[in-house]
């Protein structure tokens, strides 16, 4: 069965600083992956997607993410994080199976301090 | 701005009672997809539309239903409320019926509340 797993729950950076966000799936054909950001009271905005080609995807507002399929991972990252990045982050896997259905990872909340 | 546009924004009703959710997609966008969002469950897949015809259902429960219309617009109809049911519901829609290579494009979700 398709599933995403994110391991933190919360994690807290400081402004400035590096950010990595862990996203582990399983699906068994090719994954089409994704990232969405959700700000407070806001819907959900796509950050990036992979699906097929350079493991390295460029996303909007700087991040970038990378497949590796040894891993089962799709880790989002950016260099230097800003304050505005504060927000939930949620990865999601693609199943084409049922109709482009998604399936969503439970999210990474993001705190920046200054 | 997706482009998808939800109403209402809030929703406060009581237990046993029954509420309609409405979803405008983005102009074009012939699939509709509707979301839960709640603390304890996260984020799950209720239902899938494409240009009127139901493709997919996810974890929607019984006393759920929806529906899309002509005009692409969908409603999701919920009954028989309970306490549990208090959540965020959000709709997404994209371009094509099967086809991953479209984003879902989220609306800013109605928030109900049941009491």
């Known amino acids: 069965a398709q599933s995403v797993t994110q391991p933190d729950i919360h994690i807290t950076v400081s402004e400035g600083a590096s950010l990595e966000l862990r996203c582990n799936y399983s699906?068994?054909?090719?994954?089409?992956l994704f990232w969405y950001v959700q700000s407070p009271g806001q819907g959900l905005q796509l950050l990036l997607k992979?699906?097929?080609?350079?493991?390295l995807v460029q996303g909007i507002k700087g991040f970038e993410a990378e497949f590796k399929r040894s891993q089962s991972s799709f880790n989002l990252r950016k260099p230097s994080v800003h304050w505005s990045d504060a927000a939930e982050y949620f990865c999601?896997?693609?199943?084409?199976?049922?109709?482009?259905?998604?399936?969503f990872g439970t999210g990474t909340s993001l705190t920046v301090i200054p | 701005d997706s482009g998808v546009t939800q109403t209402p924004k809030h929703l406060i009703t009581a237990t046993g009672q029954r509420v309609t959710l409405r979803c405008s997609p983005r102009?074009?966008?012939?699939?509709v997809y509707w979301y839960q969002q709640s603390l304890d469950q996260g984020l799950q897949f209720l239902i899938h539309?494409?240009?009127?015809?139901?493709?997919a259902k996810g974890n929607i429960l019984e006393r759920f239903s929806a529906q899309q219309f002509p005009d692409l617009h969908s409603e999701l109809n919920l009954s028989s409320l309970e306490l549990g049911d208090s959540a965020l519901y959000f709709c997404?829609?994209?371009?094509?019926?099967?086809?991953?290579?479209?984003?879902?494009?989220f609306g800013p979700g109605t928030r109900l509340t049941v009491l």
């Open positions: 999601a896997v693609g199943a084409l199976v049922t109709g482009n259905q998604f399936y």
């Open positions: 992979y699906f097929s080609g350079d493991t």
């Open positions: 539309y494409y240009n009127g015809e139901e493709r």
């Open positions: 102009s074009g966008d012939l699939s």
């Open positions: 997404a829609s994209s371009g094509l019926a099967g086809g991953l290579y479209n984003e879902q494009f």
């Open positions: 699906y068994g054909a090719t994954p089409y």
